[in-house]
């Protein structure tokens, strides 16, 4: 029987989306929809507003004058980490919930959004109880005079002002949280836009900030596409930093549409991201299943960190292989509601296509397919499901070596020595993250050293709250995470004053 998730839509009970403009829940200005349909059915699940314009400068207005006349900024501290503690709280609470939304939206399985940290609802909450902690540690310095009288100089941290936060869909809750985390501890205002692919669980976060405490206008939602609801909110006069996470190409876009005001910018890019393989490494096997398991479990490798490049020393390539396709085997699909589902479906439409074609031309330059390179078929013929994909004997100058697929494709390229590693390695645009499996310690912090990648695992790697995780090259602008991601949100201002006559 084909699979249908209209049930677990009315379970839930899912209600349209619609704006959120200073504290006031409505539709488009003008009623414009875009119907969501879901990746695993292709069904009509629920509809959310195209925010126009209109609507977009209503909500950088509110998040404006919240900013400029609101007391959010100038708020006690005490004040500030009890709404933001309030709220990781409320998070935790309504963490069943928002998995459900999620697989609604994107179709994450549960026992992705349940068991994974990174990819949990848990994650969040621990991001803003995180922030919470800096709020009463936004610190300056207080610096001796250099030439002339005797002054005081002084530096203070203020919030950035108004926010255009931008978020992709792969991972809503997280990246809501790196994003909001910061920019709310830090005093700013906010303009939140969700992916058009993933808006609903989003919509409930948001609604919770309002439970917690937050007040009117402090944060404010738009829904849509890129065009025309992103566009409008990049390039509002009014905003002062657009803090972005999604695709490369939407990311130089948005720096040129934001340099009209001179906006500060942060983006989270996409990776092509290596993981280096050498015949000491603890488990050879695992080191396979742990780098599989990036691409295709979960969110099938729809994930910036996914290590998509697997270089592997040629003493080992055989052994490694074999467990990475018995790893491959291991992947299964359907509901997202059900436990045993361990992997999604490709977002939409335009993402599977785009993903096949990437594999045809693997094919077609002579990269050996291991297993996959199909859609599924059966009563899953409906969603966009590709099967975990494994090409061996890739050179590093392939398409499929170099672009990031954003699919289940793990990519095998032999190496025979560390140089030639590290070579292979760094030889992309990207440098998100990398990978290292080795038991001998000089050579993992030689090797991690000579990487150019914003975070390098040795011997497995996880994402937390307070760890800087951004860029290298075309990976992104910044840093999100820890103390890099809320000095992100602020400005640095100098203040001085003269402490004798000679001064004046
Ligand atoms: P995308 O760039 O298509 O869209 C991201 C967001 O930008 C969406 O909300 C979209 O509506 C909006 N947008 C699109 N065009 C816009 C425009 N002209 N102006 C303003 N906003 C616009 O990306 P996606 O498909 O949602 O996400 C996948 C990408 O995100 C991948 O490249 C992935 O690597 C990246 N990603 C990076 C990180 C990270 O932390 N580095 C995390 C997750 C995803």
Known sequence: MTLSLSPRRDEIGLKDGALLVDGKWRPAADGATWTHRHPATGEAIGTIPVAGESDVDDAVRAARRAFDEGDWPHSRARHRIQVLLRYASLLREHAEELRGLQALDNGVPLMFSTNIYAGSVEI?????????????????????PYQGGDHLAMTFRDPIGVVAAILPWNAPFLLFAQ?????????????????EFASFAVLRMVELLGEAGLPDGVVNVVTGPGDPTGEALVTHPLVDKVSFTGSRAVGKHIVEASAGTLKRVSLELGGKSPTLVFPDAPDIGLAAMTTVGTVTMGLSGQACVAHTRALVHRDVYDQFLGAAEMMAGAVTYGDPFELSTTASPLINARQLDRVLGLIDRGREAGARLVCGGERAGGDLADGNFVRPTIFADVDNDMEIAREEVFGPVLAVIPFSSDDEAVRIANDTDY??????????????FRLARRLRAGTVGINGFQVEPHLPFGGFKQSGLGREGGQSAFEAYTELKTVLMPLSEEMM
Do not use: E, M, N
């Open 124 to 144: 969040a909450a621990d991001v803003f109880a995180h922030h919470a902690g800096w709020v009463d540690k936004i610190g300056g310095q207080t610096l001796p």
């Open 179 to 195: 994003k909001l985390g910061p920019a709310l501890a830090a005093g700013c205002t906010v303009v939140v836009k969700p992916s």
């Open 431 to 444: 440098g998100l993250g990398a990978g290292l499996y080795t038991t001998d310690a000089r050579r993992a």
